[in-house]
């Protein structure tokens, strides 16, 4: 469903119209000539008519959004935006919306361009920046911020802002850092030590998570009942994750050419796929319809490796929920080579069609600022500010503001390829086979390099 909303305040200037007065005369040196007294009576000037007043018509920028139709999520745009126009009441935001799936933004962006439809910025999301930058639609922000000294791009950190080829398209307004979100009353009740109290003691390392999984999970039978964790090393973002705790990465430290073909990083990848076929402790791609889903809401998960997008979540489901229960949140595990999380970035972005970019950048700084942090923090932004200087914004008692601290000091930005979505659509594919037993890791992993290859140098790096 697409559909499209405005949120204006409109104020039509009226310019000043000349007014010309007949039937006087200043004299010279300021003294007014006055007419002799024997002089006929003067016929009464008629005033001549007014100038309607010029209409202004408001600045219109037009913004392709996307809404998960949630109410807290339409309120919170809705008030945001609000507050621009009040206080800009000469500018007008026209939404052209886009619901689920959030990729179809992508979709939609790509053919309005091609049928020669402009729009001035749009709602960018990581997963889909490759689209954009593949179809050349989106512009720098170089220009805009080499003229406006209201913006330092050195209080940013380095993983909120996207780059293409060393130029600035992007300025994160929400950032989410993937970590352990886990059932705390499982881990009470049970008498288990939960993954906080294990990286407190500076034991949280792939073999406590493993362990941790395994007594987390339940079975009747042959049928899972409860699982232990959801990894989803199937995605990307999350197998970084791993690869990073081997000392790993997708990437040389260049970005020159793709690293994935190595032996860390084949044991990383064994060892988050080994919680599927082996300690069968993570709910497989094919799961049989007789086990649980892995639903963590409803008590049949009891870690998940999510972002803080989930709090709103857990906080109507789970908190204000029927049968609520605690939840906690920490780190990620580390491992031989360390840990680390990436940055996942959603940033607007500035159409290359836009008819009006300053006023485009104009409102996308207000999005960006501090001001506006809290409201995102009702969509699970906040926790992660992309600028050093703004204060972290949290809402909810379950929430540890040292342990958002503590994950953004092991976060590193992600690193990804204009052709992104190639390596993505393969990497997932080859999951599904290594799950299947189709091909073995070394395999899977040797096929990612060369597609990874083939993508950097067909289209270059987001960097």
Same mark, same amino acid.
């Given at each position: 469903?697409?559909?499209?909303?405005?949120?204006?305040?409109?104020?039509?200037?009226?310019?000043?119209?000349?007014?010309?007065?007949?039937? @006087? %005369?200043?004299?010279?040196?300021?003294?007014? %000539?006055?007419?002799?007294?024997?002089?006929?009576?003067?016929?009464?000037?008629?005033?001549?008519? !007014?100038?309607?007043?010029?209409?202004?018509?408001?600045?219109?920028?037009?913004?392709?959004?996307?809404?998960?139709?949630?109410?807290?999520?339409?309120?919170?745009?809705?008030?945001?935006?609000?507050?621009?126009?009040?206080?800009?009441?000469d500018v007008q935001v026209e939404l052209d919306i886009v619901t689920w799936p959030l990729t179809d933004v992508?979709?939609?962006?790509?053919?309005?361009?091609?049928?020669?439809?402009?729009?001035?910025?749009?709602?960018?999301?990581?997963?889909?920046?490759?689209?954009? %930058?593949?179809?050349?639609?989106?512009?720098?922000?170089?220009?805009?911020?080499?003229?406006?000294?209201?913006?330092?791009?050195?209080?940013?950190?380095?993983?909120?802002?996207?780059?293409?080829?060393?130029?600035?398209?992007?300025?994160?307004?929400?950032?989410?850092?993937?970590?352990?979100?886990?059932?705390?009353?499982?881990?009470?009740?049970?008498?288990?030590?939960s993954p906080a109290d294990l990286d407190a003691a500076g034991n949280l390392n792939w073999d406590t998570l493993?362990? *941790?999984?395994?007594?987390?999970?339940?079975?009747?039978?042959?049928?899972? !009942?409860?699982?232990?964790?959801?990894?989803?090393?199937?995605?990307?973002?999350?197998?970084?994750?791993?690869?990073?705790?081997?000392?790993?990465?997708?990437?040389?430290?260049?970005?020159?050419?793709?690293?994935?073909?190595?032996?860390?990083?084949?044991?990383?990848?064994?060892?988050?796929?080994?919680?599927?076929?082996?300690?069968?402790?993570?709910?497989?791609?094919?799961?049989?319809?007789?086990? @649980?889903?892995?639903?963590?809401?409803?008590?049949?998960?009891?870690?998940? *490796?999510?972002?803080?997008?989930?709090?709103?979540?857990?906080?109507?489901?789970?908190?204000?929920?029927?049968?609520?229960?605690?939840?906690?949140?920490?780190?990620?595990?580390?491992?031989?080579?360390?840990?680390?999380?990436?940055?996942?970035?959603? %940033?607007?972005?500035?159409?290359?069609?836009?008819?009006?970019?300053d006023a485009t950048w104009d409102f996308y700084k207000y999005l960006i600022s501090e001001e506006v942090q809290?409201?995102?923090?009702?969509?699970?932004?906040?926790?992660?500010?992309?600028?050093? !200087?703004?204060?972290?914004?949290?809402?909810?008692?379950?929430?540890?503001?040292?342990?958002?601290?503590?994950?953004?000091?092991?976060?590193?930005?992600?690193?990804?390829?204009?052709?992104?979505?190639?390596?993505?659509?393969?990497?997932?594919?080859?999951?599904?086979?290594?799950?299947?037993?189709?091909?073995?890791?070394?395999?899977?992993?040797?096929?990612?390099?060369?597609?990874?290859?083939?993508?950097?140098?067909?289209?270059?790096?987001?960097?």
């Amino acid at each position: 469903m697409k559909s499209t909303r405005t949120f204006s305040r409109r104020l039509i200037l009226a310019g000043m119209a000349s007014v010309s007065f007949g039937g @006087a %005369a200043l004299a010279a040196c300021g003294q007014v %000539a006055t007419a002799p007294a024997d002089a006929p009576a003067a016929e009464e000037a008629q005033p001549e008519p !007014t100038a309607a007043p010029e209409v202004m018509e408001p600045t219109v920028i037009k913004y392709m959004h996307f809404t998960t139709q949630q109410e807290v999520w339409d309120n919170t745009y809705g008030a945001v935006i609000d507050r621009y126009v009040e206080r800009n009441p000469d500018v007008q935001v026209e939404l052209d919306i886009v619901t689920w799936p959030l990729t179809d933004v992508a979709v939609k962006a790509v053919a309005a361009s091609a049928a020669g439809i402009s729009y001035d910025m749009y709602y960018g999301w990581f997963g889909y920046i490759s689209q954009f %930058a593949t179809a050349d639609i989106i512009q720098p922000l170089d220009p805009f911020i080499a003229k406006d000294a209201d913006v330092d791009l050195s209080e940013y950190y380095e993983g909120a802002l996207e780059r293409i080829g060393g130029n600035l398209y992007g300025i994160a307004w929400f950032l989410g850092a993937r970590s352990i979100w886990y059932n705390d009353d499982i881990m009470t009740n049970e008498g288990l030590t939960s993954p906080a109290d294990l990286d407190a003691a500076g034991n949280l390392n792939w073999d406590t998570l493993t362990d *941790l999984a395994t007594k987390l999970t339940t079975r009747e039978g042959a049928n899972v !009942t409860r699982w232990g964790l959801s990894f989803n090393g199937n995605a990307y973002s999350s197998i970084v994750i791993a690869l990073k705790s081997w000392g790993a990465d997708w990437w040389d430290e260049d970005f020159t050419a793709p690293a994935i073909d190595s032996p860390a990083a084949a044991e990383a990848v064994q060892t988050v796929l080994d919680h599927v076929i082996k300690h069968q402790v993570h709910p497989p791609l094919n799961r049989k319809e007789t086990d @649980a889903a892995p639903n963590f809401t409803e008590q049949k998960l009891g870690m998940v *490796l999510t972002g803080p997008w989930f709090t709103r979540t857990i906080n109507q489901e789970i908190v204000e929920g029927q049968t609520p229960f605690n939840v906690d949140l920490a780190n990620v595990p580390e491992g031989p080579g360390g840990r680390g999380t990436p940055l996942l970035i959603n %940033a607007f972005w500035i159409a290359r069609s836009s008819p009006q970019p300053d006023a485009t950048w104009d409102f996308y700084k207000y999005l960006i600022s501090e001001e506006v942090q809290p409201d995102w923090a009702n969509l699970g932004g906040g926790r992660f500010p992309p600028n050093r !200087t703004y204060t972290p914004a949290v809402q909810y008692p379950f929430e540890n503001v040292d342990t958002y601290k503590a994950i953004a000091d092991v976060s590193v930005p992600l690193r990804q390829a204009v052709k992104q979505a190639d390596i993505d659509g393969a990497w997932g594919a080859l999951w599904g086979q290594m799950e299947a037993g189709e091909i073995t890791v070394a395999e899977a992993v040797a096929e990612a390099q060369q597609v990874s290859a083939i993508a950097l140098q067909e289209g270059g790096c987001i960097c």
